[in-house]
């Protein structure tokens, strides 16, 4: 394979806030990707009968720790989604010039914030099984 | 043949664009657009769902729309997730042995969630069709 050059020199800038964001895009991809998984093992689960979905989802939702995953998986998708616009919009060349970069980065943070916690209030709380 | 850049030299050894760069870029905002519009439909249509019980999971899943969409959804999922974990890998692993491997487990993997997220969404829709 060849040496081509790539992307990430993080050690060579200055901190910037935004800079979190194109890093967290990174982290909350990655997440998501693994949440891939689960979501196809619970259609998986689903088409092969009955007792294998009420298996799948007693352990699913049995343990805190998925629960939290899934908090927190929605949450990253919340944000990937976000951002996302956000790049595809920089892509089309809106919105690249620094101060409206910096002030789309707050208008993500802060749709995170409002949209995350009505879903998750929704999800947990909305007076389902 | 359009002009070349860049030395003989430089050509041979490979330097320069690997050309399938523009192909990644744009398969990687196409899925990315679809995405926009698919999963807030799915993600919203399943959290309306009274309970996540086996009869209301299936009836959803069977629905001819949602078995559309996410025999639509989940390939372009798998698509989208492969390009960004490659890009990741690409930019941290610098080993090339490890690296080549890594892509290749990687698509693999990504490979055999669609097809097994798209079988499972047939069988459960042509199954409760009869």
Known sequence: ?129 | MSAQLGSALGRVLGKGSAHSGVHHWSVQRGTALALIVLLPWLIGSALLLPDFSYDSVRGWIGGSWTAVGLCLVVPILCWHSQLGVQVVIEDYVHHDGVKTAALLLVRAAHVVLAVAGVIAVLRITLGSAG
């Open chain 1, 1 to 129: 394979m060849t040496r081509r050059p790539l992307s990430p020199h993080l050690s060579i800038y200055r901190f910037m806030y935004t800079m979190s964001l194109s890093i967290l895009h990174r982290i909350t991809g990655l997440a998501l990707s693994c949440g891939l998984i689960l979501l196809v093992a619970w259609l998986v689960a689903a088409s092969r009968g009955a007792e294998s979905y009420e298996h799948f989802r007693q352990w699913a939702q049995g343990s805190l720790q998925l629960q939290l995953l899934l908090a927190l998986w929605l949450l990253a998708l919340l944000f990937h989604l976000a951002n996302g616009i956000r790049h595809l919009l920089w892509d089309a060349d809106i919105g690249f010039e620094r101060p409206q970069a910096r002030r789309s980065a707050k208008l993500v943070v802060a749709f995170v914030a409002v949209a995350g916690t009505a879903l998750l209030w929704f999800v947990f709380f909305g007076g389902r099984s």
